[in-house]
């Protein structure tokens, strides 16, 4: 029903209506690795339960709406249809980005299901990616549904947001989360980007569309980021500490890269992560190589070492994406 309604969501838009730009990709991926410490082929990056990544079919969407002058906002809608034979519901719609984001001059709001203002997740578009940040070990969420403002300053960017605190799914349990995140430099102009964020409220603990306990939970981070570009070199860095799930959690992580070949068409990368909410802690060290086939074609693969889980497992990713119109 999710992708079902982002899909009519987008046929109802007339193209008449809009003197503006319209783009919609087509993309599709097919996920295998294997779990020693499930001794069998599994068909996801992550858990069976969450929604990266896995093997996939669906649609990337986004509409410029402009008037006269300038442009004034911008419809985004991404969904996709994911198959799992080891997840409880194998074949799962999933809603990504679905959202509309207003150009008020004194800043950009948005409202809808996108990336709340903590940490580098809130920045760092991993949707297609095989490494996950923070947000999907449980610091946070990838995307949640709310409202939010960006603005951007001649030093850098503020943003805030005011989302439910349920991720994935859209829930009504007395959760929320208020985010945060005030960032120094341009990256885009510096090659350098620090950023500090602060959230609190009462989320749910949530894994993919799974909502793992009912109740809404205390949760208050605090997080500082550091990302700098040099040459072909990439570096990126974040610590977060706080309480969340009623229990002390803190964590550090670090993303190195290497860009190689012409245009960078091939990444290699490896991370490094510790984290512990309560009694549930240890260190994670993934590494892995990304290699743009084409224009549309991009494979990558993972070898992770997870402390916690004592697992080791390996994972490949085929992964298309095209123009439509």
Request: aromatic share 12%.
């Amino acid at each position: 029903m999710r992708v079902l309604a982002a899909a009519l969501l987008i046929s109802a838009l007339p193209a008449s209506a809009f003197a503006s730009s319209r783009l919609l990709y087509f993309e599709a991926q097919g996920v295998a690795g294997y779990s020693d410490k499930e001794d069998s082929v599994i068909w996801h990056s992550e858990s069976a339960e969450d929604v990266m990544q896995k093997s996939s079919v669906g649609f990337d969407f986004v509409q410029r709406l402009s008037g006269e002058r300038s442009d004034f906002g911008m419809i985004a809608v991404q969904a996709r249809l994911a198959y799992d034979p080891d997840a409880d519901d194998e074949i799962e719609p999933q809603l990504y980005n679905a959202y509309y984001k207003h150009k008020a001059g004194w800043a950009d709001i948005w409202a809808g299901h996108n990336r709340p203002a903590l940490g580098l997740s809130s920045v760092l578009d991993s949707h297609a990616l095989l490494l996950p940040t923070l947000a999907m070990h449980g610091f946070g969420f990838d995307r949640d549904w709310g409202l939010g403002a960006s603005r951007d300053f001649a030093w850098g960017n503020l943003s805030a947001s005011l989302t439910s605190g349920s991720g994935m799914p859209l829930r009504f349990e007395g959760n929320y989360l208020a985010s945060l995140r005030a960032a120094k430099g341009i990256l885009s102009q510096d090659n350098w980007e620090l950023g500090f964020s602060a959230g609190f409220g009462e989320t749910l603990h949530t894994m993919g569309y799974e909502v793992m306990h009912e109740e809404p939970q205390p949760f208050a981070m605090l997080g500082a980021d550091f990302t700098y570009l040099w040459d072909n070199y990439e570096a990126r860095f974040e610590a977060m500490g706080g309480t969340n799930r009623d229990e002390d959690a803190y964590a550090l992580f670090a993303r190195l890269g290497m860009n190689l070949l012409d245009e960078g068409r091939l990444k290699l990368e490896a991370q490094p992560e510790y984290s512990k909410i309560g009694e549930h802690e240890g260190f994670r060290f993934s590494a892995g190589p990304a290699w743009q086939l084409s224009d549309t074609l991009t494979l990558r693969a993972m070898g992770r070492y997870d402390e916690h889980d004592d697992e080791l497992r390996a994972v490949v990713q085929i992964y298309y994406y095209s123009k439509v119109l």
